[in-house]
């Protein structure tokens, strides 16, 4: 098949997932054309069977603001003719969803719109008014529409009230990547007198609740010898670390920033912490699984999912911090039960959540959507 993956470039989960699906539909012998606003971040290198197409926005001075939707439809149009293609895969409902519809109405019905909801396309935008009614434009209007939880799958159905088939598709990991390395050289250099290491990665925003992480790893702290790796970049960092110090923390709370190589800093913890207020489902979580690292999570959306509460972690109440401190402490302090978590999350990871079984069920997705226009050119 050939097919158009449109997502935003940037480093966030929907983006992350859309670029390493389309390096595996054309490790499958798809051929694959990117329409992003820039080079996807995963992207990078050459490969083959992949076409990056930009999509290039002129300011204008009549326009208030750059008309990226409407620039965005109108090279999806365009791939699509000149590339022939047969399906569109967009990641996030607005506009990409919204752009898709006008693309595939330049271009003729034959281009199947495949929309994949991530989270914040519905669990934020979905409430406010000025584009609830679009976003359910967007979706009714796709060939297809998969979400990547049953939570975001509720949700979406809730709040707006949709009647269209919505197919589950999880995330998924590729084992070639993400699987337990040996970092014990850089683990010393953060923890030198073998400290317990904690990890949490995000683009630390108040929904990821980072505030608690510092309070949760607090409680740690007061109980045994340990330190908290905080990968990622964002608004609430300067928070996060005025907080650290008022805890006296600076010297335990190690700050990396945005780190290309997830798996290996994974590789150098022993437990994640992912406290957050909404997850659609929890990338990063399933990254930590896939390394052997048990995860202490929220309740919140899609994450008790992917994490499997008394098996590879914990899932406790969004904001119960005494409760997520005590179960890290109880986790870490039992030996067999650490490394009976740490082998049921990997096992968990590979097998729920198999690329390649993911990537599958996306393929059944275009398959069916490319099979009911062949039925409709059939009938009499």
């Known amino acids: 098949m050939k097919i158009g993956i449109t997502c935003y470039p940037s480093v966030g989960g929907s ?30 290198k050459y490969y083959r069977n992949i076409y990056f197409h930009e999509v290039d926005v002129n300011s204008y001075s009549v326009f208030q603001y750059p008309p990226y939707d409407l620039t965005l439809a109108s090279r999806m149009a365009q791939v699509a003719q000149t590339e022939n293609l047969d399906v569109l895969h967009v990641h996030y409902a607005v506009p990409h969803a919204i752009s898709a519809y006008l693309a595939k109405k330049m271009v003729g019905d034959r281009l199947k719109v495949v929309t994949t909801l991530h989270g914040t396309d519905i669990t934020v935008l979905g409430y406010d008014h000025t584009l609830k009614d679009i976003i359910r434009f967007g979706i009714e209007h796709s060939d297809a529409v998969t979400a990547v939880s049953q939570s ?10 949709i009647s269209k088939p919505i197919d589950l598709v999880y995330n998924f990991i590729d084992k070639r990547e993400y699987y337990p390395r040996d970092m014990c050289d850089v683990r010393e250099e953060y923890a030198p007198n073998k400290e317990k290491v904690f990890i949490h990665i995000s683009n630390f925003r108040s929904v990821k609740r980072t505030d608690d992480v510092v309070r949760i790893f ?39 920033g945005k780190q290309e190589d997830i798996a290996c800093v994974l590789s150098m913890a022993d437990v994640m912490l992912l406290p957050s207020a909404q997850e659609s489902f929890g990338l990063v979580a399933l990254e930590a699984m896939a390394c052997g690292k048990p995860v202490i999570a929220s309740n919140a959306g899609g994450l008790p999912e992917v994490v499997k509460d008394g098996e590879t972690g914990f899932v406790l109440p969004i904001g119960d911090v005494e409760g997520m401190g005590d179960k890290a402490v109880e986790l870490i302090s039992d030996p067999a039960m650490y490394e009976r978590f740490s082998r049921q999350a990997i096992e968990r990871a590979y097998h729920t959540f198999c690329h390649k079984d993911i990537t599958q069920q996306y393929e059944e997705v275009y398959r069916r959507v490319l099979a009911e226009e062949t039925e409709a050119c059939s009938k009499p």
């Open 15 to 44: 983006g992350v997932v859309a670029t390493e699906l389309g390096k595996l539909l054309a490790e499958r012998g798809h051929t694959v054309h990117f329409i992003t606003s820039g080079m996807p971040f995963r992207l990078g």
């Open 152 to 161: 975001l799958i509720n949700q979406t159905r809730e709040v707006l009230q």
């Open 218 to 256: 607090h409680r740690i702290k007061q109980r045994m010898p340990a330190k908290l790796l905080m990968i990622g970049e964002g608004p609430e960092l300067p928070v996060v670390r005025e907080l650290a110090a008022e805890l006296n923390l600076l010297e335990d709370v190690i700050f990396l």
